[in-house]
């Protein structure tokens, strides 16, 4: 679950910045559809971030 969408203020009114809201990467079959394996988390937010992390992107590079 998104940490953001657990409520509790900020201007929205819809965060407070306390919860965990990590990015996950998860493998998928050929089919683009279904997940397989277990997900990782590769990142989380910081104090920094504020309440969470917005548009995040993945670039392959040298196969990394």
């Known amino acids: ?8 203020g900020g201007p929205c009114g819809n ?3 306390e919860y ?3 990015i996950m990467l ?3 079959e050929t089919d683009g ?14 104090q920094s971030d504020g309440p969470l992390i917005e548009a995040p992107a993945l670039i ?4 990394t």
Do not use: K, Y
């Open 1 to 8: 679950m998104d940490g953001s969408s657990l409520g509790g």
């Open 15 to 17: 965060a407070n910045g």
């Open 20 to 22: 965990s809201t990590p």
């Open 26 to 28: 998860q493998e998928m």
């Open 33 to 46: 559809v279904t997940p397989t394996g277990e997900p990782v988390q590769i990142l989380d937010r910081g």
């Open 60 to 63: 392959l590079h040298n196969g």
